[in-house]
């Protein structure tokens, strides 16, 4: 009866390996979940601090941060969800580059159209110079003008867009996510700087002499 005791023991073994590497890898799921998890959430942060003021370079470089973190760590038993995580952050990234983007921009395009109203307020020369000069700013201030409603036209695709983005990973992670409030109010503010630069430069451009 050896032989019976051999494959009793040998059955207990593997039984005893098997529940050992079933609880390895609910283990593994379990904790790669949280740091996924935890990476979207500081990336959320940094997303939502861009949005409701100036983006930092440090804030820029932390979501950065994160997508190494997340690209360099263990998800075997999460791929899905790193994936969706990684798309996820990817588009945080970008919105917080475009909105870094407007920022630079609009002071550009708003000293533009200040320079040349102010132009249009002062007195009138005798000679064609007033004219040119009026003719220079005007062209700055188009320019200018195109490239903040350029700029100002991708962010707000970009947020109005981003739910789409932020599906796959609020599957798994919803409270980790950007809230929707905060993307609305965002857009919101793209949509009403779009408008209100764009009249204001229209207003000024109809007081230049053709």
């Known amino acids: 009866m050896n032989w019976l005791r051999q494959a009793v023991v040998y059955l207990a073994i593997a039984a005893l390996a098997l529940v050992g590497y079933w609880a390895l890898a609910n283990w593994q799921k379990r904790s790669q979940f949280k740091a996924i998890s935890e990476l979207v959430a500081e990336g959320t942060a940094q997303l939502r ?124 992670a919803p409270s980790a996510t950007l809230d929707e409030a905060t993307r609305a109010a965002a857009l919101k503010r793209v949509q009403d700087e779009l408008k209100r630069s764009a009249a204001e430069a229209t207003r000024i451009a109809n007081i230049v002499p053709r």
């Not at 601090?49 to 950065?64: C, N, Q, R, V």
């Not at 040349?116 to 003008?145: C, F, S, V, Y």
Request: net charge positive; charged share 30%; no cysteine.
């Open 49 to 172: 601090g861009a949005l409701t003021a100036p983006p930092s370079k440090e804030g820029i470089a932390g979501i950065e941060n994160a997508i190494e973190r997340l690209q360099a760590a263990r998800v075997s038993r999460q791929v899905a969800f790193a994936g969706a995580a990684d798309t996820y952050l990817a588009g945080a990234r970008t919105l917080m580059l475009r909105r870094a983007d407007a920022e630079r921009v609009a002071p550009v395009a708003a000293a533009s159209r200040q320079a040349l109203d102010a132009h249009m307020n002062t007195p009138r020369g005798r000679n064609d110079d007033w004219i040119r000069r009026a003719a220079e700013l005007k062209r700055k201030m188009d320019a200018d003008q195109v490239e903040l409603e350029r700029v100002l036209k991708v962010l707000a695709e970009l947020l109005a867009t981003f739910p789409e983005t932020e599906k796959p990973v609020a599957a798994f």
